[in-house]
């Protein structure tokens, strides 16, 4: 059975986001950054076809565009509606894994006979999220997560393409060098020099002759790409039977409160996940990558399974202390593996430990959100202060 990973890339969310919620902003150029030393964070399309782009500076784009509206950063309500849209894309697959606030890969190998044709599923996938949340998503199929983050693009915004089994070339050649994720702007230039302008034109080089330009790593990371081989930046972070939440982010994070409130958030969106799931586990992993695009991993095998959001994070937040050395960081994982279907009897047991009380207001929680969708319902520490 061929694979079917399916990848779903929410389009200029941020700016998508503050759209749905001011009526009056819809079509009009909205920019998310603020402040004239702010970069911006996000833009609508209708921005961009002024030339504004993510991560310029904002004066900058005040210039290119300056009837655009400007608008702060509200994090706390992007996760808000991420946390809630996940959950949905999760009735659709035994198996999502989230890169970022607002893309996730979906496993859709072996749907067929319960969900249809995986481009059926993927329209589905697409209309929900339209109807439910008021967003458009472009979405990727191929039988790897490299090639169908690739197709996610492709036909931006609001796009849907398939790389058909053994059409992985065909479809790299229609690419530029920089439409492949991870070929920046200075390897672009770089391989320019040596008179490689397309993905075929990068083929004709050795392997061994691109790690001598490159160095082994990014040698090996083109010659990979350049043949539609998946080289693997998206492995690692699930497993079998495992939940996982990942956020990249705009600008490189190093404040250590702010990385400890981010694991916080991922913890808890992997926790009741699961917990809706009626799922546990007792293997929990955390994932970092610095702004070196250096990832590093490490996992723990508990003595009984995560009943408890707070054993959870403390576990997470253990194992990050540990990897972390303080470099900038651009991504956050954290994940529950190992996971089976709860044991009834098993789970009131534990529960019945009147010393635990934090697992009893985590299973309260869980239930609060399966039976009436009270996501609102989150830690304290994560309520952002109402402005005056």
Known sequence: MSKAWLHLDL?????SVE??????????PVIVGQGKRGVVSACSYEARRFGVRSAMPVAQAEKLCPHGIFLPVRMHR?????????????EFTPELQQISVDEAFLNLSGTERLLGPVEASAQRIKQQVREQFGLSCSVGIAETKFLAKLASDYKKPDGLYRVLSGEELSFIDTLKLSDLFGVGKRTVQLLQGLGVHSPSDLRQFRKEELRGHFGPSTGEYLYQVSRGIDPGIYSGATEDRSIS???TFETDLRDPEA????????????FFRMAKQELSGAVIFVKLRTHEFTTRSARHTLSRPVLSLDLFYQECLRLMEKTWDGSPLRLIGAGIGGLHNMDEDRQLDLFSDKSDRSAKV???????????????????????????
């Not at 992007?78 to 999760?90: D, G, I, K, P, T």
């Not at 990385?259 to 992997?270: F, G, K, P, S």
């Not at 985590?362 to 402005?387: I, S």
Request: proline share 4%; net charge positive.
């Open 11 to 15: 389009d200029a969310f941020y700016a």
């Open 19 to 28: 759209q749905l919620d001011r009526p009056d902003c819809r079509g009009l």
């Open 78 to 90: 992007y996760q808000e509606v991420s946390r809630a849209l996940m959950l949905q894309l999760a």
């Open 245 to 247: 939440h990942e956020t």
């Open 259 to 270: 990385v400890r409130t981010v694991l916080l958030e991922l913890c808890e969106a992997v």
């Open 362 to 388: 985590d299973a309260a929680v869980a239930e609060l959100r399966r039976r009436y969708g009270a996501e609102e319902l989150v830690r304290a520490r994560l309520v952002k202060p109402r402005r005056p």
